[in-house]
C-alpha cells in the first residue's frame, strides 16, 4: 500500500538528521521529517512520524484521529493532507512551507502568510465528527441532533447525509440498528 515517488529524493544525511532529532523528542524535526516523507511518497512513513511526534497531545488528537480515520479507509493521500495542514505541521519554523516562504519577495510572503487554514480545529472536528457518525458513533451522532435541533445548518445537512451513508450502506444480511434509525 505505500506509494513511493521517483521524482523526489530526500537528502539521506538530512533525513538521518531529522530522524535522530525527532527520536529525541523535538516535533519540529519530526514535522519536517514527515513532510520529506511524504513528498518522497513514504505516505505510511510520514504518518508514522507525525503520529509519534504530535499523537500523543491532546492539542492535535483530533487530527491524529482524523488521520487514522482516512488510512483506515484506505485513502493514505487525505490521510497526509490532515496532517500537512495542520497548525503544528504548518506552522513548524522549519518545515518545508516556511522553506517555500522563504524564496519570495516581502510582498509575496506578505499575502501567503495571511493565507494560513481558517480555524483549521474547528474544520477537523467537524469532519471526525461526520465520519464516526457514518460508521455510527452515537455521540457523533447526537452531536449532530444537537445542531439540526438548535438550528446549525451544517448540522442538519451532515445528519442528513449520514442517515442516507447508513440506508445505503445496508446489505440483505441482518445488521445491529443504527442509532440514527431511531
Not at 500500500?1 to 538521518?16: H, K, L, N, T, W
Not at 523528542?25 to 513532510?35: I, T, V
Not at 457514518?134 to 445537512?157: H, M, N
Request: glycine share 6%; with cysteine; proline share 3%.
Amino acid at each position: 500500500m505505500e506509494r513511493r515517488s521517483s521524482s523526489f529524493v530526500p537528502d539521506s544525511d538530512e533525513i538521518a538528521e531529522l530522524q535522530a532529532r525527532a527520536d529525541a523528542g523535538d516535533q519540529n524535526a519530526a514535522g519536517r521529517l514527515g513532510e520529506l516523507l511524504a513528498k518522497s511518497g513514504d505516505l505510511e512513513g510520514a504518518l508514522r512520524v507525525w503520529a509519534r511526534a504530535y499523537g500523543d497531545c491532546h492539542l492535535w488528537a483530533t487530527t491524529k484521529r482524523l488521520a487514522e480515520m482516512k488510512a483506515e479507509d484506505g485513502d493514505l493521500q487525505a490521510a497526509v493532507q490532515t496532517w500537512l495542514f495542520s497548525d503544528v505541521v504548518w506552522q513548524n519554523p522549519e518545515g518545508l512551507r516556511q522553506d517555500y516562504l522563504a524564496t519570495l519577495d516581502a510582498d509575496e510572503r506578505r499575502e501567503l502568510e495571511d493565507d494560513d487554514p481558517e480555524d483549521w480545529a474547528f474544520i477537523e472536528e467537524e469532519q471526525l465528527t461526520l465520519r464516526l457518525a457514518e460508521r455510527g458513533d452515537e455521540a457523533a451522532i447526537a452531536k449532530l441532533r444537537a445542531q439540526a435541533e438548535a438550528g446549525y445548518p451544517a448540522g442538519a445537512i451532515h445528519l442528513a447525509w449520514c442517515e442516507e451513508h447508513w440506508r445505503r450502506s445496508k446489505d440483505a444480511t441482518a445488521r445491529p440498528r443504527s442509532p440514527l434509525e431511531e
